[in-house]
């Protein structure tokens, strides 16, 4: 058993343990400090042998602290090639590589990457092309396009972009390894199990994001201050969103261990044959 398991064996038991290990890797203030200027030098100490332990199997440009920026700057630039881009890229570069034995990412997989990007990019975008070419009026319509319907989208975009991403990992399979840490065998099982939670999990995070902002300031139209004031409503849109995104970030990375567990009846038959014990353990990839 690798290292980033282990580590997660022993801090992720619970979800407020997972979510203390994530708010300390996700601090962005750590992408800004240099190794000349420490502040504190304890802290950054603790926080970079975290990160070495906690090997995300990605590149630098799609780690977890850059999510935060990128996304922030989303919400505020509505740009939603950007965010959909990064997204697959994201879901891609973390993913579970174990029976990939160092090989390049294939042509079949390339497209589907670039499938997800173009038709979630359509979609996120949906909404408000709706809304401007109907043309219409209606406030009741206007809101439901462009504050109702945006939400449960989100999600779903969330959900399917880490399935078609990472959908090459239900056909190959990830290794599972019993309790000592000693590899098993290759379970497609144990993969499908993986990726459903991951997109679980991206699907919380996008879908609150989305649905309290609104919320909020549904509830701030009716009162008499937002109602003189309307010029008012779209910077607190976007400091909420900001600030929710902050929260649910480390909060949806922590739902589900990265040490994954998968019971023994849930696997292969072949599988079953090697494990003396009751389960067990598989990379779940973020």
Not at 87 to 99: D, E, H, I
Request: aromatic share 10%.
């Amino acid at each position: 058993m690798d290292a980033n398991l282990l580590y997660w064996k022993s801090h992720g038991e619970s979800v407020f343990s997972r979510l203390k290990v994530w708010v300390n890797l996700l601090d962005p203030s750590f992408l800004l400090t240099s190794n000349k200027y420490k502040k504190p030098a304890l802290n950054l100490e603790v926080k970079k042998k975290s990160r070495k332990r906690m090997n995300m199997h990605g590149t630098s440009p799609f780690r977890p602290s850059i999510l935060i920026l990128v996304l922030c700057f989303h919400w505020f630039s509505a740009l939603q090639f950007l965010l959909q881009s990064y997204t697959a890229g994201f879901n891609y570069a973390n993913r579970n590589s174990s029976s990939e034995q160092g090989q390049t990412a294939s042509l079949k997989q390339l497209l589907l990457i670039a499938g997800t990007v173009s038709y979630a990019t359509c979609a996120g975008a949906l909404p408000q092309i709706i809304v401007n070419r109907l043309g219409t009026r209606s406030l009741l319509i206007q809101n439901f396009f462009r504050f109702i319907v945006p939400v449960p989208l989100s999600a779903a975009l969330a959900f399917s972009n880490v399935f078609t991403v990472r959908g090459e990992e239900c056909e190959t399979g990830i290794q599972v390894f019993d309790s000592n840490g000693n590899t098993v065998g290759i379970s497609k099982a144990a993969a499908e199990k993986a990726v459903m939670e991951t997109a679980l999990s991206r699907a919380v995070l996008f879908g609150t994001t989305g649905a309290v902002p609104s919320l909020l300031v549904s509830v701030l139209k009716r009162t008499r201050l937002f109602q003189k004031n309307s010029l008012l409503i779209p910077p607190i849109r976007h400091i909420s969103v900001a600030f929710v995104l902050g929260l649910m970030i480390p909060l949806s990375f922590s739902l589900f261990s990265q040490m994954g567990t998968i019971r023994k009846e849930n696997v292969e038959e072949e599988l079953q044959a090697k494990m003396a014990e009751g389960q067990l353990f598989y990379h779940r990839g973020l």
